[in-house]
């Protein structure tokens, strides 16, 4: 039994998609892309294991290249020779996830200290 190949979006869909609702992430050279910015080598292997829980869940993979102080994440489907909704929506899942700041709600979790460089994570936009 074969797949039907996934259709993907054009580039105007993609831009446009993303300017309004990822606007951290660019449509670069045929993937969508974000580099997270961390505080240190321990914030930059939490960023890559949240990516790979998450994709790993979703069973799309991403490209992922890392440094000591940031993570870039390349999303594309490979089967449809570009971007299509299973991109987006694990780029969606990503920066929700990455980017969850529990203090900034109002509720019972506090979230990392703020200006203590052992606790520092991921430098927030």
Known sequence: MSAEREKPMSEAEVKAWLAANLPQWK?????????YKTASWKGTL??????????????????ITASYAWVEVRLMTHS????????????????????????????????????DMR??????D
């Open 46 to 63: 939490m960023v890559i294991n949240t990516v790979g829980h998450l994709a790993e869940a979703a069973w799309h993979h991403p490209d």
């Open 119 to 124: 606790f520092a994570y991921i430098k927030y």
């Open 27 to 35: 449509l670069e050279d045929g993937w969508i892309r974000r580099t």
């Open 80 to 115: 449809a020779k570009g971007i299509t909704a299973k991109d987006l929506e694990l780029a969606s899942k990503i920066e929700q996830v990455v980017h969850w700041q529990p203090g900034t709600e109002g509720k019972g979790l506090e979230g990392t200290p703020h200006g």
